[in-house]
């Protein structure tokens, strides 16, 4: 399979040159390459397809015209609703989330304070019992069995 391929190299816009390459044997179809026409780049290459939807100047009255710029302003006021929107939604969150941090520090010191009191209540009660509670040798202890008897 031997490859013949002959390029051709049209000057472009915008100081582009575009090589255009042929392959014979291969049956592969080649894609043109966009290369700087100048040895010093002058610019960036540019696909023909972007080339040609430069806009041409457009005449202010004309319906085209008109259509295209209501179209663009119904866009922009579209979007700036959405973006108005969004920053009503965000702040009525933050709002939302500063009530609900509110109330659960509110419960977090309900909690610690009766938290503080069941602590108390426990260490009285224990040394109440503390404090009732004699200490028995292991020779007077006798079960409720034997007692009883």
């Known amino acids: 399979m031997s490859k013949v391929s002959q390029q051709n190299s049209t000057p472009g816009v915008n100081g582009i040159s575009v090589i255009h390459t042929q392959a014979h044997a291969s049956g592969l179809q080649q894609v043109p390459q966009l290369v700087p026409a100048g040895p010093g780049g002058g610019g960036k290459a540019v696909p023909p397809s972007k080339q040609s939807k430069k806009s041409s100047p457009m005449d202010r009255n004309s319906d085209e015209y008109r259509q295209r710029?209501?179209?663009?302003?119904?866009?922009v006021k579209k979007s700036r609703l959405k973006s108005k929107q969004k920053a009503q939604d965000t702040l009525q969150r933050v709002n939302q989330l500063k009530e609900e941090n509110e109330r659960l520090e509110a419960k977090i010191k309900l909690l610690t304070?009766?938290?503080?009191?069941?602590?108390d209540l426990f260490l009285e009660h224990a040394h109440n019992l503390a404090d009732n509670v004699q200490p028995s040798?292991?020779?007077?202890?006798?079960?409720?069995d034997k007692a009883g008897q």
Do not use: D, Y
């Open 137 to 144: 040798s292991t020779e007077n202890t006798t079960s409720p």
């Open 113 to 119: 304070k009766e938290l503080s009191v069941l602590k």
């Open 69 to 75: 710029r209501e179209r663009n302003n119904m866009a």
